[in-house]
Each structure stands twice: as structure tokens, then as C-alpha cells.
């Protein structure tokens, strides 16, 4: 099957697109297991996206409706960029709605509304090693996760916590993943992470330049790492979306001058619009 | 035995020289590519050229270019061969970012800013497919053309150090150091790390600028702002009390937000990596902000443990005219030493075989 002059459906050839499903299908047996894979080059740059668009072309099919985000966003540059990529080398429909969604593929954002059964999230994710900053050293961490020995983790935790009171981890907030693994979740928010908890969808990590692939299948138990005295706590800014007035979506600050001056917008477009929307309609 | 001709072979250097010249020039039937068409159409080798030949000069840039037969650092170091020769009237000004004549500015901290996200002409969203339009010839559509606003657009490190969230710098009005003239001595001040950085390799700096974003150094980074853009050179002779503007020149410049833990002194807070490069040349000016922000771990008081952070092994090896020298010069003849070596080694193993005998 082809669509664009001289490429594949979905831009990998088969036998790519059926490597890297091999490795998701390993990936979702063990959830929050990092699946190394053969990763290729892709016409977009390694940083740009490269794991989530192998994941998403290798399945995505031609019935398929595909929203893609970038901070939260469908109107961000990348985003634009790869969605019109998809529309190019897989001709499939693509949507800005989350709710008409099959695949969502998204970077540092999980959307505001409820995901459901059938519905797929791919995230793009830069360093799929959750303690790359405590251990750079693969052959390491291949082991610490082996041993379930994520103790470096925690002592980076409680030297936050004696040093200024707070777990200083805002972003990229590592998760335990069904009791057993710890997973990075991508640079989203923590303010996203509960919502990666039991999720009815399924989750897909891909991280190309890495060249590992990892999943949560629906409804898996997702913990944010913390401690009982210091409970695990999602960050956001306080304050109100200057179009749509939620209070309980993820902000953008938007700098309107040099003298301090600052507004609120919601980072995700599409509930920030439909909840615009039905203002309007209300009226 | 060619080789051996080394040792007073004239004729052999002429030779090699004459081969040289043609298989630079290459198929005489093929037009001779001219210095315009390397300045306008490999615009971007020539930026990098003139970066780290620290040089600024278009056409003396694309005249190394040519004669390098395209390599780069050869290119640079014939640059700075010739830089080396010219004589000195004077320092310029500090240039004046904030006023430059922006072609692109983007901020990745903050959707949307006063001045506003201009995404000018960059490759980062395209597509890298192979434009077989270009192997027939085809000129381009024309771009869309707009008026250039001209709003301010103050430094996104200026916003956030007007809320306290960002270290500030300390003005030092002392005349900087040159590199140039001046052999680098350790530890090296910044404007001597940044002077280092500016002309060193583009290459080197990336690998390390990644390492460090791969837990090698623990760098946190954000891009606060990169602008490319024109700004003004200005001269002020000791006879005037006012500075002359002598011309304009392209420069990239990025501003790095890097997170910074505090220390006991110190509450927690954003500092910045530095970099500015001559020309349009996003990466370097990227990988300079990184390894900028890497080499401050010791005036910060953290903890030094990656490559990136070693002041010496940076500002050391990132000279790529210095490194090539060095690497190359291996093929010249060694065999005096070596014949010293052969002797030592074959001494050694008669020694052990006797041993192992009796």
C-alpha cells in the first residue's frame, strides 16, 4: 500500500513497521520495561520526535483519525509539522479533537480530557532512563532496574527534601509502573502524571534517538515516586485561563510586556476551545 | 617507495602540489564554481568557516572554502593563517544584541513574549526528504513577504531576572583578555572560556553540549531565547568621544536557562549558558550556551564529574585547527623514534624469551 510518490504507507517499510511492533507487543507484556529496538533515521530530527512518529507509522492504519500535540497544543510548529507528515506518507484523516481521536501522539502533555478504551497515546520521549541523571551508564541501570533497586532515586528525593523541603523534581516526575518498574513518563508536567493511573487507553513510549520503546497497558497501576510523610504532590500554576476561565487545566504563562506583566492560557488547545465554545453557545 | 622521497624531495612536493591543484579544480569541463556562488548558496559553511577561523569576512571565508576543496577546518585554518597576519587598529564596542535586526528569535520557555516567536528561515520544521526539484534546477517560489515589526524584544533572561528568578551576572568593565594573543592559563576567567568556545570546534562542543544533556553533567537546560539577527559595529578611536558605526554583521546568539540548586549562600534559581557565533549557526551557538553552563559548575560550587566540566580538557581540545595539527602531524616521518622504539622492544622480548627458557 502506498501513498506518497515512492514511499510506504505510514513512511517505514513493512518489515520495519513489523520490528517495532514485535518490540510494543514485548513492551505492553511488561509494563514499564524498556524494550530496546532498531531504531531508524527519520526524516525528522532525532529531539524533533523520532521514537513517537516509528511508533505511530508502524500502527497506524489507513482507518485511523490522528491528533497530534505539542506542549499540549495542535497549533505548535512541530506538531503542525508532524501531523502534516502523516497526512503525506499515511493520507490518513487527521483531528485537533481529542474525543475523535484513534491516535493521539503527543509531546510533554497528556490531554485534559479522559482518554478511553480504543484509544491509543504515543509519547515522544527524549530519555527513556529514568535515572539517567544519577547513573548515565547503561550497563548500570539495565542493572539497577533488574534488581528492582531504585534506591538512588529515593536518596535524590530525601537530599531534596533535607536540602529545601520540597521533592525539587517538577517535570519528567518518574513513576512506578505495576509494583515493579520505574518509568520515566516523558517531560510532561507531574501535574499529568495521575492521569496516567488506570488509564482506559493505551500508553506507548517511544524514544528514537535512544532507541528504546516502552508501554502501560490499559488500567495499569501508575504510582508518582514519594514518600508517606511526603506525599507526591502535581504542580500548577494558580491561576485562571484568560479565554476559557478553567481553573483546573494546566497553564501557559504568556509574558504581554517587560514590566512583569503576565496572562494565563490553557495549554491544551482543544479543551480550552471546546469549553470557549460551549460559553458562547450557552449565551 | 614514494615515501621515502620525504627526505629532500622537492620534486616529489611539486609533483603532489600540481595533482593537488587539479583534483581541487576537478573535471576542467565542469564550469569553475565562483566565491559568490559559495557565499550565496553554502551560505552556512562559510558562517562556520568564518566562526571558527575568527574571522569575519564573507569572501576570504568562500576563497578558503574553495581551495579547501570544501574541508571545513581546512578552510578555517587557512582563515586564520591569514587572520594572523593582519595588523590591529582597535577593539570594537561590545555589541548591542538587544538592538539586532532580528531574522529569527525564538523562545522555548514561553509560548508567546513580547516581540513575539519570528520563525524565520530555519530548517527545523521541514521534512528531510531529498528535494529532487533541486537536482532539476527549479528557482523556488517566491516566500511571502511581510513588513519587519519594529517591536522590542527584550531578553527572556532580562524577564526572568526582573522577578529575582534569575543569577545575576557581575559587570566586569576590566578590558577582557585575548586569546588571540595571550596563551589561555588555568583557571580561565569566563570571557576567556567564551572566547575559546566561540572559535573552537563546532563538532566538539555539540558532542560535549549533548553528553551533558545525557546525565554527563547534570545540565537541566532550557532555550530562553535564540535570535539571529544583524547588528552594528562600532568603533570609538581615542581622538573622538563618540563611536564611528564601521558596518553590520550576522550573529547567532543564545541565551541557555539552566536550573541551579543553591547553595548556602544562595537560594535556588535559573542561570544562564552564553553562546554567539558569527553568521546564522544555530548549533554552535547552542553547544557553546551548553558547554558555557557546564564549565561554571565550579564558581557555582558544584560538584565536578563529567568531561564538560573540566575546564582543561574543554578549552584544551576544542581548538580543531590545534587538534587536526596534532592528529595529523602523524604522518610525518617518526622513524627515528621509531627505530629507537623497535630496538627497546626487541631488547625487552629477547630479554623475556631468555627468561622463560631457563
Known amino acids: 500500500m502506498t501513498t506518497a510518490a515512492g514511499y510506504n504507507f505510514g513512511y517505514l517499510d513493512e518489515n520495519s513497521k513489523r520490528m517495532i511492533r514485535r518490540a510494543l507487543l514485548k513492551a505492553v507484556a511488561v509494563p514499564g520495561y524498556q524494550v530496546p529496538f532498531g531504531s531508524r533515521e527519520m526524516p525528522l530530527p532525532y529531539g524533533w520526535g523520532t521514537g513517537g512518529i516509528q511508533v505511530t507509522a508502524s500502527i497506524i492504519g489507513p482507518d485511523d483519525v490522528l491528533k ?30 481529542t474525543a475523535e481521536a484513534s491516535i493521539i501522539q503527543t509531546r510533554h502533555r497528556v490531554p485534559e480530557a479522559p482518554l478511553r478504551e480504543g484509544q491509543i497515546l504515543v509519547y515522544q520521549v527524549p530519555m527513556p532512563e529514568p535515572m539517567f541523571r544519577l547513573e548515565p551508564r547503561l550497563a548500570e541501570t539495565r542493572k539497577l532496574h533488574a534488581l528492582a533497586d531504585y534506591s538512588i532515586m529515593h536518596i535524590k528525593f530525601y537530599e531534596d527534601i533535607a536540602r529545601t523541603g ?28 495521575p492521569k496516567l493511573h488506570r488509564m482506559p487507553a493505551l500508553q506507548l513510549f517511544g524514544a528514537g534517538r535512544e532507541k528504546r520503546i516502552y508501554a502501560v497497558p490499559p488500567y495499569t ?63 | ?44 559553511a562559510v558562517d562556520r568557516v568564518m566562526a571558527e577561523g575568527s574571522c569575519h569576512d564573507r569572501s576570504l571565508a568562500a576563497l578558503a572554502i574553495k581551495q579547501a576543496r570544501g574541508d571545513l577546518i581546512e578552510a578555517a585554518y587557512l582563515l586564520r593563517a591569514y587572520r594572523t597576519t593582519l595588523s590591529r587598529f582597535g577593539a570594537s564596542r561590545p555589541i548591542d544584541t538587544d538592538a539586532m535586526r532580528l531574522r529569527r528569535r525564538i523562545s522555548a520557555t514561553y509560548k508567546d513574549l513580547p516581540g513575539g516567536q519570528i520563525l524565520g528561515p530555519t530548517f527545523d520544521y521541514t521534512h528531510r526528504l531529498l528535494d529532487f526539484a533541486l537536482l532539476a534546477g527549479t528557482p523556488p517560489p517566491p516566500a511571502p ?28 568593565e576590566a578590558a577582557p583578555a585575548d586569546l588571540t594573543r595571550e596563551p589561555l592559563a588555568f583557571p580561565a576567567d569566563r570571557s576567556m572560556r567564551l572566547q575559546a568556545l566561540a572559535r573552537g570546534d563546532e563538532g566538539f562542543l555539540l558532542a560535549l553540549g549533548y553528553s551533558t544533556q545525557r546525565g554527563y553533567g547534570n545540565a537541566h537546560p532550557f532555550v530562553g531565547e535564540l535570535r539571529v539577527g544583524e547588528v552594528s559595529i562600532e568603533l570609538q578611536p581615542p581622538e573622538l ?15 541557555m536557562v539552566n536550573q541551579f540548586a543553591g547553595s548556602k549562600t544562595e ?3 535559573f542561570t544562564r549558558g552564553y553562546g554567539l557565533s558569527f553568521g546564522h549557526s544555530e548549533r554552535k551557538a547552542m553547544a557553546m550556551a551548553l558547554v558555557d553552563r557546564a564549565l561554571r559548575a565550579r564558581e557555582l560550587g558544584e560538584e565536578i564529574t563529567a ?42 622480548r629477547a630479554d623475556a624469551l631468555r627468561n622463560a627458557a631457563e
Open chain 2, 307 to 348: 568531561p564538560a566540566q573540566q575546564e582543561e580538557f574543554v578549552l584544551l581540545h576544542s581548538d580543531n585547527v590545534e587538534a587536526t595539527g596534532f592528529v595529523e602531524h602523524l604522518k610525518l616521518p617518526h622513524y627515528v623514534d621509531f627505530q629507537n622504539e623497535l630496538e627497546k622492544l626487541r631488547e625487552i
Open chain 1, 68 to 97: 497530534v500535540i505539542d506542549q499540549g497544543a495542535d497549533d505548535t510548529t512541530n506538531a503542525v509539522s508532524i501531523r502534516r507528515f502523516f497526512a503525506k506518507v499515511a493520507g490518513v484523516a487527521t483531528t485537533e479533537r
Open chain 1, 221 to 283: 497501576k501508575v504510582r508518582s515516586l514519594d514518600f508517606e510523610d511526603h506525599p507526591f504532590q502535581p504542580i500548577r500554576a494558580d491561576g485562571t485561563c484568560a479565554l476559557c476561565g478553567s481553573r483546573e487545566s494546566y497553564l501557559d504563562e504568556i509574558v504581554t510586556d517587560d514590566r512583569g506583566g503576565r496572562m494565563f492560557i490553557c495549554s491544551d488547545t482543544d479543551y480550552c476551545g471546546t469549553r470557549a465554545a460551549g460559553q458562547e453557545a450557552a449565551e
Open chain 2, 267 to 269: 537560594p535556588a534559581q
Open chain 2, 145 to 172: 513577504q511581510a513588513t519587519p515589526k519594529r517591536e522590542a524584544a527584550p531578553r527572556v533572561t532580562g524577564i526572568l531576572a526582573a522577578e529575582g528568578l534569575m543569577r545575576p551576572e557581575t559587570a566586569n
Open chain 1, 166 to 193: 520540597h521533592i525539587a523534581t517538577s517535570y519528567n516526575y518518574p513513576v512506578m509502573v505495576d509494583d515493579r518498574y520505574l518509568m520515566s513518563p516523558s517531560p510532561i508536567p507531574s501535574f499529568d502524571n
Open chain 2, 241 to 255: 568621544d563618540f563611536p564611528i558605526d564601521i558596518g553590520d554583521i550576522t550573529v547567532t546568539e543564545c541565551q
Open chain 2, 1 to 44: 617507495m614514494a615515501y621515502v622521497a620525504v627526505k629532500g624531495g622537492e620534486r616529489a612536493i611539486d609533483a603532489a602540489h600540481g595533482w593537488l591543484a587539479e583534483a581541487r579544480r576537478g573535471d576542467p569541463d565542469c564550469p569553475d564554481l565562483s566565491l559568490t556562488q559559495i557565499e550565496q548558496q553554502l551560505g552556512l
